[in-house]
């Protein structure tokens, strides 16, 4: 009985956006071989439904895609499955074309073959040619006449290492109506839920999922499958934890599916990452790539990775993200034929097999930002693998008109980085981690932005004073640091509210708007600008009229921190662009904030082996289930 690894679908809803992600947009005209280009509204009209469209005589239909074709090298470098069948299935006379490509993107035919009626055509296909990258896929031509294609999958005949199911567990704060539409996504997804045990909806704000419009419907469609668990606000490290913890109580499961609450799933990417797991020779991490919910066809996020140095998380290629597919698809784009691999995967959308969670623990009892990368590096360390797996994905509200460096998350940023790093860096002292977080405040302290500098300092102190204030403070950190906030008059903003606000001197506008576009100081410049801005700041008060209004005006694309430093006063726009914040030069802040950033990174570098010592030695009973239980018992 063959294991079907990957079914090719199409897009749940209707929307021309989503139609590059599976089937390629590009069609060629068979009569003298002039390109031809049909508009993705036109092809939605051609599919009949989730797996099955129709193929216009004369037409090519590539599955080419990022979410059709097969990802052949996750799958020779991550499982012992070396023998894989694709079945097509047609009906009417149409030609079937298969294809390979290497790592470098190159393609090449495997196969053709000509059909006519009711067809299922089966291509034998063998893995050991993908260590580097590669993907499989197919191209269908109608003929003279129109041809309908019924279906296609990837299987096997190998068995999985592991045959248990997964239970998902969704973490959400007063997101009910995305959570709503996700478990109506499952429910209409019987084959998906053949591999789901249990689905653990963990509530943790004031908006109740319960009481969203629709839920009572999904509910009892799910039946027994699904359990709502209400706790107070643990951040998505205690949410996450509370699905871990159930999961481990249900023999039926081998793995946690870890979801987000703001996000659009496709659930054949819930299928296909638990039959992966099954599949992998060894315990292994399976992470999803994140498109934008508010820009469907953009790709932000792949194969992420943590530099050791710096300690810092990136994507691999980021330079190259986001990538568009509307404007380049997969056989296009010979970058994304590599294959990456990944130190972790943010957990928008995660698989965590259960063998691990029994060996390493539960998550960090972060809050937010960095449990996840964290996670992923204890399981490396412990020699269980992170594969951010092509063709797993979901839509996420992306970073796009955010920066929630300058808010309350700055907090959670600084601390659970610098945390992170005691925890897994093997630089001495933390190499430039320490220089790196003092670079940080600097740059806030010139750009006037003394909130998120002393939300960072007081993670710090946190920090300093040992592991046991994390799960001390889960609860409260977060409220702590947005009382902070009232301190902080630049925290404000100010929305339209039809007088609009403008400063003295006009808006600033540079014709290169990217920070690597000329303007930013380099090398001995930049330390005699950061020299000389630091004096100048400390020295000089700011003059009485850019004090009581706004000297100049900046766009939030602009406002780099070697360009606010120069003035007394900026209004900048908001991230997501609903109003805007006033920054104002503070002398007595400034002076307070440097002097403190310079002993607390000292303090920091002088006792990072002794805090490493105590972190390392803290970590097994910090991500423990009893610690957890006692933190889900003391915040009930």
């Not at 193929?55 to 499982?79: D, E, K, L, M």
């Not at 659930?267 to 638990?274: A, H, L, Q």
Request: glycine share 6%; net charge neutral.
């Amino acid at each position: 009985m063959p294991h079907v690894l990957q079914n090719v679908v199409f897009p749940a809803d209707r929307d021309p956006d989503l139609l590059p992600l599976y089937v390629d947009p590009e069609t060629w005209s068979l009569i003298g071989h002039e390109p031809v280009r049909v508009s993705n509204r036109a092809q939605l009209g051609n599919i009949l439904d989730r797996r099955s469209a129709r193929i216009v005589a004369g037409r090519r239909v590539s599955f080419g895609t990022y979410f059709n074709a097969f990802p052949a090298s996750y799958w020779q470098h991550w499982t012992a499955v070396r023998d894989v069948t694709l079945t097509v299935r047609t009906a009417g006379p149409a030609t079937i074309l298969v294809y390979r490509s290497n790592g470098d993107g190159v393609r090449q035919r495997l196969e053709t073959r000509e059909v006519e009626g009711n067809t299922t055509s089966t291509f034998d296909l063998v893995l050991d040619r993908y260590n580097d990258g590669g993907f499989i896929w197919f191209d269908i031509v109608a003929d003279e006449k129109t041809a309908v294609f019924e279906g296609a999958q990837w299987s096997t005949p190998q068995e999985p290492v592991r045959t248990g199911k997964a239970s998902i567990g969704i973490t959400t704060f007063n997101k009910p109506d995305y959570c709503v539409e996700t478990l109506q996504s499952l429910a209409e997804s019987p084959d998906v839920l053949e591999v789901v045990d249990r689905i653990f909806l963990v509530d943790q704000g004031t908006q109740r999922v319960e009481a969203q419009d629709g839920f009572g419907g999904v509910a009892e469609a799910l039946g027994e499958t699904l359990q709502v668990i209400t706790q107070p606000n643990l951040g998505g490290s205690g949410g996450f934890s509370r699905a871990m913890s159930e999961t481990l109580a249900r023999p039926e499961s081998d793995f946690v599916q870890l979801l987000d609450d703001d996000v659009r799933v496709e659930p054949e990417s819930i299928r296909r990452s638990v039959v992966f797991g099954r599949y992998a020779t060894t315990p292994t991490i399976v992470g999803a790539h994140m498109f934008d919910l508010l820009d469907r066809p953009k790709l932000h996020a792949w194969a992420e990775v943590v530099d050791e140095a710096p300690f810092m998380w990136r994507a691999l290629y980021q330079e190259k993200l986001p990538h568009d597919f509307s404007v380049a698809n997969l056989r296009q784009s010979p970058l994304l034929h590599m294959r990456l691999d990944a130190d972790y995967n943010g957990w928008w959308m995660c698989l965590i097999p259960v063998s691990i969670i029994r060996e390493i623990g539960l998550a960090l009892p972060a809050f937010i930002k960095w449990d996840d990368a964290e996670y992923c590096l204890r399981a490396r360390d412990a020699g269980y693998p992170t594969v951010s797996m092509p063709g797993v994905a979901l839509w996420h509200v992306s970073w796009v008109g955010k920066d929630d460096t300058i808010d309350w998350q700055a907090y959670f940023h600084a601390r659970n980085r610098i945390v992170a790093g005691l925890l897994h860096s093997h630089a001495p002292r933390g190499g430039t981690l320490p220089r790196h977080s003092r670079r940080v405040d600097l740059k806030h302290l010139m750009m006037m932005q003394y909130y998120p500098v002393a939300l960072r300092h007081q993670a710090l102190r946190d920090i300093l004073s040992g592991p046991r204030h994390m799960p001390a403070n889960i609860a409260t950190a977060m409220p702590a640091a947005r009382e902070i906030a009232k301190q902080f008059p630049e925290t404000v903003v100010h929305r339209d509210s039809g007088v609009p606000m403008r400063s003295r001197r006009g808006r600033v506008v540079f014709a290169h708007r990217r920070a690597n576009d000329l303007d930013n100081p380099t090398g001995l410049r930049l330390r005699w600008f950061t020299a000389s801005t630091l004096v100048s700041h400390w020295f000089h008060s700011p003059r009485p009229e850019n004090v009581t209004h706004p000297e100049v005006e900046f766009g939030k694309g602009d406002a780099y921190w070697w360009r606010l430093p120069v003035y007394d006063s900026a209004l900048v726009s908001a991230a997501d662009g609903s109003g805007k914040n006033i920054y104002t030069r503070d002398r007595g802040k400034f002076r307070r904030m440097v002097l403190d950033s310079i002993r607390l990174h000292r303090r920091l570098r002088r006792e990072w082996p002794r805090l490493s010592r105590e972190y390392r030695s803290a970590l097994g009973d910090l991500t423990s289930l009893p610690s957890w239980q006692r933190i889900f018992e003391g915040n009930s």
